[in-house]
């Protein structure tokens, strides 16, 4: 069946233009997850979505990241005024019921890059 | 702050060797845990997941956890080319629900 997706796959843009990054999750999976990689790190954790509301926004660094669920599955990731510690992979996941047993599967990432 | 604490390498084993790849967390409150591989400029895949002291086993991985010294493993035996890749471990957030804290991952080489 059709994993995770994500669009766009690369993004470039200039520092403090806004961007947007869309991710389609698993069919009927009812959680959401957003993540971001850095070179060479593993994976932090930005926002958790359970349905159409975020049940975890602990890990968005701050209020130029937000990120909505409206109808509880695509979600999209919105950054406004870029900048250039912000380019990173961001990654999506997402899991059947958002349990601490769930497995979270990843779509490929968008590579956005701040110039 | 919760933490995980991976080796980040590299570590390099010939095929048909056991790999051992070892990982440490600061939550006590964490109850899962994942091993997701990752080959370079792709996403992670799961390997395993654990969530009771002991051994897991799946074909030529075991998985182990020991919830007393927060220390989480994962043992690759007959270690092949194709298992060329960083390995990430993560572990629940405790409170939140789902939430994976990652380590930094561990790249393994196996070499022919």
């Known amino acids: 069946g059709a994993g995770v997706s994500q669009t766009p796959s690369n993004k470039v843009t200039e520092k403090g233009k806004y961007v947007e990054l869309r991710c389609d999750p698993i069919?009927?999976?009812?959680?959401l997850y957003w993540y971001r990689q850095s070179l060479g790190q593993g994976p932090e954790f930005l926002i958790y979505?359970?349905?159409?509301?975020?049940?975890?926004d602990s890990g968005l660094p701050n209020d130029r990241f937000f990120a909505v669920r409206p109808e509880g599955s695509v979600s999209t990731l919105k950054i406004q005024r870029t900048e250039r510690g912000d380019s990173a992979v961001y990654l999506c996941?997402?899991?059947?019921?958002?349990?601490?047993?769930?497995?979270?599967?990843f779509g490929p990432g968008t590579r956005l890059t701040v110039l | 702050q919760k933490e995980v604490e991976q080796n980040s390498g590299p570590l390099s084993v010939p095929e048909g060797a056991i790999a051992s790849l070892n990982c440490t967390y600061s939550d006590r409150g964490s109850q899962s845990f994942f091993w997701y591989r990752q080959y370079s400029g792709k996403s992670p895949e799961l390997i395993m997941s654990i969530y009771s002291n002991g051994d897991k086993e799946d074909g030529r991985f075991t998985a182990q956890l020991n919830k007393a010294s927060q220390y989480v493993s994962l043992l690759i035996r007959d270690s092949q080319p194709s298992d060329s890749a960083t390995y990430l471990c993560a572990g629940t957030g405790g409170g939140s629900q789902g939430n994976l804290i990652f380590g930094k991952g561990t790249k393994l080489s196996v070499k022919p």
């Open positions: 069919s009927g999976h009812t959680a």
């Open positions: 996941a997402s899991s059947p019921y958002g349990s601490e047993a769930d497995t979270q599967y």
């Open positions: 979505f359970q349905g159409t509301g975020a049940a975890d």
